[in-house]
T-cell receptor, first 113, second 112 residues
Framework: DAGVIQSPRHEVTEMGQEVTLRCKPI?????LFWYRQTMMRGLELLIY????????DSGMPEDRFSAKMPNASFSTLKIQPSEPRDSAVYFC???????????FGSGTRLTVV | GDSVTQMEGPVTLSEEAFLTINCTYT??????LFWYVQYPGEGLQLLLK?????DKGSNKGFEATYRKETTSFHLEKGSVQVSDSAVYFC???????????FGSGTRLQVQP
């Protein structure tokens, strides 16, 4: 198995532009999580899905952020418009049983200038 | 709500030294506990876990015991190597909420 696959690995964009981050979970994993990591705030849960349905989006910072999971093998996290304070590493993780832990992707490092 | 508290880093050790990274938690019920490791430029990897009180998780020479009476899950290794240099995260899983709650992470630097 190739693990959780995220793209792109790095993204540099200008303030105000739309940014789309992508994630392919491990096949058979019913849960998908999006986290954001910064020096100041550490790891923050943004949203998670179960069977493609958003279950908890209370961590999504504001309306500029949206996430979708159109099918079991693909999810996107979109920021529109992007701001410099959105600069962070965004991780996707998947699991078939969260009580046994997750598998994380390698992350997307986003820089908004 | 649930929370995880880890010791502040960085922790700097010489090769072959003994490692302890403290982790305490606050949770209702009986959570599962985890240690994840993050190497530079990579995502988090599950290092070990324990799902009930008095369980000991172990992997790659690392160990942690789930202590309900002290609400702790300290990470230990008898002899660290330079390759163990990384950031270590303690986390708990609440059965009522599927998402893990992570601590702030502890950076370990091992010098040759």
């Amino acid at each position: 198995d190739a693990g959780v696959i995220q793209s792109p690995r790095h993204e540099v964009t200008e303030m105000g532009q739309e940014v789309t981050l992508r994630c392919k979970p491990i096949s058979g994993h019913d849960y998908l999580f999006w986290y954001r990591q910064t020096m100041m705030r550490g790891l923050e849960l943004l949203i998670y899905f179960n069977n493609n349905v958003p279950i908890d989006d209370s961590g999504m910072p504001e309306d500029r952020f949206s996430a979708k999971m159109p099918n079991a093998s693909f999810s996107t996290l979109k920021i529109q418009p992007s701001e410099p304070r959105d600069s962070a590493v965004y991780f996707c993780a998947s699991s078939y049983s969260p009580g046994l832990g997750y598998t994380f992707g390698s992350g997307t490092r986003l820089t908004v200038v | 709500g649930d929370s995880v508290t880890q010791m502040e880093g960085p922790v700097t050790l010489s090769e072959e030294a003994f490692l302890t990274i403290n982790c305490t938690y606050t949770a209702t019920g009986y959570p599962s506990l985890f240690w994840y490791v993050q190497y530079p430029g990579e995502g988090l990897q599950l290092l070990l876990k324990a799902t009930k009180a008095d369980d000991k998780g172990s992997n790659k020479g690392f160990e942690a015991t789930y202590r309900k009476e002290t609400t702790s899950f300290h990470l230990e290794k008898g002899s660290v190597q330079v390759s163990d240099s990384a950031v270590y995260f303690c986390a708990l899983g609440d059965t009522g909420r599927r998402a893990l709650t992570f601590g702030s992470g502890t950076r370990l630097q091992v010098q040759p």
